[in-house]
């Protein structure tokens, strides 16, 4: 099994401590420096986000792309607000224009608020994994149709639908903790995306995907989020930590956010915050920012030298995790650094292990 890495271009070099220049809410410069920067560095992909107030992620990822040529590109996506037939077309079309560079991150919505913010409004969680699942079958039937076809069901009804391009190859990845979730996952996922939880969680959560993967007579990859914190000793790694904690903490005082009593929107960031019990858990995983912002989104991190993280994320590569999505608190900064001392060192112990050549990236 080998191993990919997947990086992450926000659009300004912002974080939870690095404020950067928050008047320009796309960076170009930035953008561009961040996709270089990693397609150099040996990242496979990089993550697009996607948000209710954020620059359109696929219009972003289009400009990447016509700068690099190897890197790959996450585009992460929100059922919903475009019909399933017209995402087919835009996704299948920036997969051809890429040359085949292109994966989907399907992202369901877990907070009310925010759904709203985009007209979304009215269905249950349930509803939304329900009409979830419905638009993947519709995208699907999209891109794979020799010819023209009906649908109609809850959600959307097609008349003759057909897409005349059609992508080589664009893998689906999904994440959800909840059972709906887990239901979905099972039946779409090419790569099921986790955050950093503890060993038995992930362990667990991959028993469970696989358990309904299995049912479709599928086998999906599996996506681990982390913020490594790497340095040249396992004291200074630590004291990075704490000087992370300590900024984010007065970065959320100073805006009135709190620190404490979070009550988390889904299930993922409950896990996740649940897991944040106490700073350090497992041998490096590290909880303090997870803490204090309540999980939200990836936030929690693997503490130590490069070797020490390394041997950490290949633990969590023998229970099966294929794909390691990582970002830092200084975002170009940290991507840099994981492409010179993390990404070669975690390739070559996973080819040794595995009794093969180093994989390149691609």
Known sequence: MSVRFIGYIGFNNTSEIHGGARSRVLDRAYVDAAALAQEAGGFDRVLIPFGSSSPESQLVTAHAAALTTRLGFLVAHRPGFTQPTLAARQLATLDQLSGGRVAVHIITGGADEEMARDGDVGLTKSERYARTDEYLDVLKSEWTAAHPFDHKGRFYEVRQGFAAIKPDNLPVFFGGSSPEAIEVAGRHADVYALWGETLEQVGDAVRQVRQSAARFGRRPGFSLSLRPVIADTEEAAWKKARDIEEQVRAAREAAGLPTTGHRPPNAGSLRLLEAASGNRRDTRLWTGVAALTGAAGNS???????????????????????????????????????????????RAKVAAREGAPVALAG
């Open 300 to 346: 929690t991190g693997l503490v130590g030298t490069p070797e020490q993280v390394a041997d950490a994320m290949l633990d969590y590569f023998d229970i099966g995790i294929d794909h390691f999505l990582i970002r830092g608190f200084d975002p170009l900064g940290d991507a840099i650094e994981y492409g010179e001392h993390l990404i070669p060192l975690v």
